[in-house]
């Protein structure tokens, strides 16, 4: 009774916009930095540099970086939403060889789906770590 008089109040309407909110300033704050970022680079190239100075290595360093942590986003990103696909399909599998249990086979292909699981958060861990490494050489010439 108590959960079906929060679901039809405007709580979950307000926590809705909120994290709509949120994702849309994070994008905005995300593509500032990026661009600012790139703004720094242009200016740094600018500089009195020493007669050593490459600049044709310093801007493909700066532009592989960049493409480098992009393609790193757009990986993570779809492979985010593949996770909201996949999940419970596996879930949805598990489900039903616990609920049709009839051998010894459905507890194998329960442990399958769960070591799938694992991998595929272990996977995005992996990626989450791979994009905070990406930021800091990003901005570890700053």
Same mark, same amino acid.
């Given at each position: 009774?108590?959960?079906?008089?929060?679901?039809?109040?405007?709580?979950?309407?307000?926590?809705?916009?909120?994290?709509?909110?949120?994702?849309?300033?994070?994008?905005?704050?995300?593509?500032?930095?990026?661009?600012?970022?790139?703004?720094?680079?242009?200016?740094?190239?600018?500089?009195?540099?020493?007669?050593?100075?490459?600049?044709?290595?310093?801007?493909?360093?700066?532009?592989?970086?960049?493409? =480098?942590? &992009?393609?790193? $986003?757009? /990986?993570?990103?779809?492979?985010?939403?593949? %996770? #909201?696909?996949?999940?419970? @399909? *596996?879930?949805?599998?598990?489900?039903?060889?616990?609920?049709?249990?009839?051998?010894? =086979?459905? &507890?194998?292909? $329960?442990? /399958?789906?769960?070591?799938?699981?694992?991998? %595929? #958060?272990?996977?995005?861990? @992996? *990626?989450?770590?791979?994009?905070?490494?990406?930021?800091?050489?990003?901005?570890?010439? =700053?």
């Amino acid at each position: 009774m108590a959960w079906r008089s929060i679901a039809t109040s405007k709580i979950p309407l307000i926590v809705f916009w909120a994290i709509i909110g949120c994702l849309i300033y994070l994008f905005i704050w995300f593509v500032k930095s990026l661009v600012t970022n790139l703004q720094n680079d242009f200016i740094a190239d600018m500089y009195q540099h020493p007669s050593a100075y490459n600049r044709s290595k310093f801007w493909t360093n700066v532009i592989g970086h960049k493409i =480098l942590f &992009v393609v790193t $986003v757009l /990986i993570s990103l779809i492979y985010a939403y593949s %996770l #909201f696909v996949i999940l419970p @399909l *596996l879930s949805r599998q598990a489900y039903q060889s616990v609920k049709f249990f009839d051998s010894g =086979l459905n &507890v194998l292909y $329960v442990m /399958i789906i769960i070591a799938g699981m694992m991998i %595929l #958060f272990h996977l995005f861990f @992996l *990626l989450i770590h791979m994009l905070q490494n990406m930021w800091k050489i990003i901005y570890k010439d =700053l």
